[in-house]
């Protein structure tokens, strides 16, 4: 069974910043990619940015420049860190990831609330 557990959400002012953790435990082989979701009220889940295994990256056009996705192989962990926040970054964020146990599946966090006061 493979668990993943967010950390770091919370309430900031507009232009400051929070980061996020996301920690894989369980029975894992290897991890393929990692990513971070948003879904705020009434609007569809998202992809905010995701990496791969080798360190490939991608961002939404919405944060690019102010979000940057990181991940420790040794700790099956993967991080966002998320400066000039605006309103607009209020949402339920959700860790996302790849696993091979040895069977390939997608598993998802409970998510994390970031709220950015304006």
């Known amino acids: 069974q493979v668990q993943l557990v967010e950390s770091g959400g919370g309430l900031v002012q507009a232009g400051g910043s929070l980061r996020l953790s996301c920690a894989a435990s369980?029975?894992?082989?290897?991890?393929?990619?990692m990513a971070w979701y948003r879904q705020a009220p009434g609007k569809q889940r998202d992809m905010v940015a995701s990496?791969?295994?080798?360190?490939?990256?991608n961002y939404a056009d919405s944060v690019k420049g102010r979000f940057s996705i990181s991940m420790d192989n040794a700790k099956d962990t993967v991080y966002l860190q998320m400066n000039s926040l605006k309103p607009e970054d209020t949402a339920a964020y959700y860790c996302?990831?790849?696993?091979?146990?040895?069977?390939?599946?997608?598993?998802w966090g409970q998510g994390t609330q970031v709220t950015v006061s304006s």
């Open positions: 996302n990831a790849l696993i091979r146990t040895p069977f390939l599946r997608t598993y």
């Open positions: 369980g029975t894992i082989f290897s991890i393929e990619s």
């Open positions: 990496i791969t295994n080798g360190g490939n990256t």
